[in-house]
């Protein structure tokens, strides 16, 4: 069931006006009329996917200086983008980008295409990131949701049903396509929703502005006085815990054991100090024994949450490298240009052997 042509186009209306009034200023939006560059739009939408617009606004910048156009990401190596990509983490979205500019090259002639089937078939962009770059860049009438737009009309519609369910889904995208059909500019509205979404329209704890919403007069759940229970909260499924064990060695002229992750699983390929991974924690002699070092000392820990897993890590620093220790010396140089997930470097910086510019 979606909503009437009436309604929609109110909706569409006062969302547009207040995000031509109250748009935040992004490194990915463009100023004045300026038209916004679709592979700007690719690289920012998948860095959205997981990560916080302030974060992605510091990060967004170095990694276009790096990479400007589809043609220089597609010709880097797959450490180079790990590297540039890195205080986002999530690295599985930087493999799926590199994927998606050498697709956009031998694909679509170096243009990051324009439909949404096309733009679907790139690795890691999904119906959402497809309708956010067909209406932003190209102005497509599409509709997108994210978590944002969700929320805002599940409690302007007064939706309450399980976020999750496939029935919530279907209703919310319909009306979704519904206010994208009677807007103006479909980017401007996408957009402004997300933004309405993040700003006023808040997830719990915070409560949503209502005062201050343009959907104020329109919505059912503020009407009904349930913006607190609109949308119910998800169910969380148990997450996996794996354990962590890392020995940091430090020598004074070669700088620190370092070894590569494996090509599969989590941070594949990526580097860190030399770590045991488990299902539980390793003894001090079990460290001992797969590090090959002489001796180890605990030195703290801490918890990394991932999207599927909770990481343990224990800290520990290690002494007197044997025959059988794992990977290679890398001097505090090269250590600045290796990729790195934000444990591992947490890992060396928490230690205190050496600080990493
Ligand atoms: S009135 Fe309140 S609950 Fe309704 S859309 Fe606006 S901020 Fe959200």
Same mark, same amino acid.
């Given at each position: 069931?979606?909503? #009437?042509?009436?309604?929609?186009?109110?909706?569409?209306?006062?969302?547009?006006?207040?995000? /031509?009034?109250?748009? &935040?200023?992004?490194?990915? !939006?463009?100023?004045?009329?300026?038209?916004?560059?679709?592979?700007?739009?690719?690289? #920012?939408?998948?860095?959205?996917?997981?990560?916080?617009?302030?974060?992605?606004?510091?990060?967004?910048?170095?990694?276009?200086?790096?990479?400007?156009?589809?043609?220089?990401?597609?010709?880097?190596?797959?450490?180079? *983008?790990?590297?540039?990509?890195? @205080?986002?983490?999530?690295?599985?979205?930087?493999?799926?980008?590199? +994927?998606?500019?050498?697709?956009?090259?031998?694909?679509?002639? @170096?243009? *990051?295409? &324009?439909?949404?089937?096309? =733009? !679907?078939?790139?690795?890691? *962009?999904?119906?959402?990131?497809?309708?956010?770059?067909? #209406?932003? /860049?190209? $102005?497509?009438?599409?509709?997108?949701?994210?978590?944002?737009?969700?929320?805002?009309?599940?409690?302007?519609?007064?939706?309450? =049903?399980?976020?999750?369910?496939?029935?919530?889904?279907? !209703?919310?995208?319909?009306?979704?396509?519904?206010?994208? @059909?009677?807007?103006?500019?479909?980017?401007?509205?996408?957009?402004?929703?997300?933004?309405? $979404?993040?700003?006023?329209?808040?997830?719990?704890?915070?409560?949503?502005?209502? $005062?201050?919403?343009?959907?104020?007069?329109?919505?059912?759940?503020?009407?009904?006085?349930?913006?607190?229970?609109?949308?119910?909260?998800?169910?969380?499924?148990?997450?996996?815990?794996?354990?962590?064990?890392?020995?940091?060695?430090?020598?004074?002229?070669?700088?620190?054991?370092?070894?590569?992750?494996?090509?599969?699983?989590?941070?594949?390929?990526?580097?860190?100090?030399?770590?045991?991974?488990?299902?539980?924690?390793?003894?001090?002699? /079990?460290?001992?024994?797969?590090?090959?070092?002489?001796?180890?000392?605990? &030195?703290?820990?801490?918890?990394?949450?991932?999207?599927?897993?909770?990481?343990? *890590?224990?800290?520990? #620093?290690?002494? +007197?490298?044997?025959?059988?220790?794992? $990977?290679?010396?890398?001097?505090?140089?090269? =250590?600045?240009?290796?990729?790195?997930?934000?444990?591992?470097? &947490?890992?060396?910086?928490?230690?205190?052997?050496?600080?990493? +510019?």
């Amino acid at each position: 069931m979606t909503i #009437s042509r009436d309604r929609a186009r109110r909706i569409s209306s006062r969302i547009e006006s207040w995000f /031509a009034r109250n748009a &935040r200023a992004f490194p990915w !939006r463009p100023t004045g009329d300026g038209a916004r560059d679709a592979y700007v739009s690719l690289v #920012s939408e998948i860095m959205l996917q997981q990560t916080q617009a302030a974060r992605v606004a510091e990060r967004l910048p170095v990694f276009l200086g790096r990479f400007p156009d589809v043609s220089s990401l597609a010709g880097a190596s797959e450490d180079e *983008v790990l590297h540039a990509w890195q @205080g986002l983490g999530y690295y599985r979205r930087a493999r799926s980008l590199h +994927g998606a500019a050498s697709m956009i090259e031998a694909e679509f002639d @170096g243009v *990051v295409p &324009r439909d949404v089937a096309s =733009l !679907r078939s790139l690795p890691g *962009v999904g119906a959402y990131t497809a309708g956010a770059i067909a #209406s932003m /860049a190209y $102005g497509v009438r599409e509709a997108c949701v994210d978590g944002n737009i969700q929320r805002v009309i599940m409690r302007t519609e007064g939706i309450d =049903l399980e976020p999750d369910a496939p029935e919530t889904r279907r !209703r919310v995208w319909d009306i979704a396509r519904s206010l994208v @059909g009677s807007s103006v500019s479909p980017g401007a509205l996408n957009e402004g929703l997300m933004e309405l $979404g993040a700003v006023v329209c808040t997830p719990p704890p915070h409560s949503p502005s209502c $005062g201050v919403c343009p959907l104020a007069r329109l919505c059912i759940a503020r009407r009904e006085g349930r913006q607190q229970e609109i949308p119910r909260p998800k169910s969380r499924s148990r997450q996996r815990v794996i354990f962590h064990d890392s020995v940091v060695v430090a020598h004074p002229r070669l700088g620190l054991r370092v070894e590569q992750r494996p090509d599969a699983g989590l941070w594949r390929k990526m580097w860190q100090p030399i770590t045991h991974e488990g299902e539980s924690e390793a003894t001090a002699e /079990a460290v001992l024994a797969w590090s090959g070092v002489k001796s180890v000392e605990e &030195r703290g820990s801490f918890e990394h949450q991932t999207t599927h897993r909770v990481v343990k *890590v224990r800290i520990w #620093s290690g002494s +007197g490298v044997g025959r059988g220790t794992p $990977g290679e010396w890398a001097d505090r140089g090269r =250590l600045g240009e290796l990729a790195m997930s934000n444990a591992a470097r &947490r890992v060396i910086a928490h230690s205190g052997e050496l600080t990493i +510019g």
